[in-house]
């Protein structure tokens, strides 16, 4: 499966904004998909993520803010954020990995990622 992330931009804290990775090739109904970040100088880490029954998972600093979502019919999976903060400035990156029950915000295991969606968060 092929993965292209985008909707990242500028947005001034306290803004908010809807990321997309839509999905091509062969997809997987019953695949986990997630939203990594890398924040420049930092280790990547995981935001978000959604199972194949739509179960959901947040890291501690997106819990409340971040919502993400599937749309089955075309695969596409979306990253609602509001209320960014400057610390949310990062590249965001979608995945997609054999997790058929309940998702995860660790990398291992993900088997496919798209490219980098950057987005930043700035007075």
């Known amino acids: 499966v092929q993965l292209q992330a985008s909707g990242g931009g500028s947005v001034q804290p306290g803004g908010s904004l809807r990321l997309s990775c839509a999905a091509s090739g062969f997809t997987l109904d019953y695949d986990s998909r997630a939203w990594f970040r890398q924040a420049p100088g930092k280790e990547r880490e995981g935001v978000a993520c959604?199972?194949?029954?739509?179960?959901?998972f947040y890291s501690e600093s997106a819990k409340g803010r971040f919502t993400i979502s599937r749309e089955n019919a075309n695969g596409t999976v979306y990253l609602q954020m509001h209320s960014l903060k400057p610390e949310d400035t990062a590249a965001y990156y979608c995945?997609?990995?054999?997790?058929?029950?309940?998702?995860?915000?660790?990398?291992?295991?993900?088997?496919?990622w798209g490219r980098g969606t950057l987005v930043t968060v700035s007075s």
């Open positions: 959604i199972s194949p029954n739509d179960g959901t």
């Open positions: 995945a997609s990995g054999p997790f058929t029950v309940y998702c995860s915000l660790v990398e291992e295991g993900y088997n496919s």
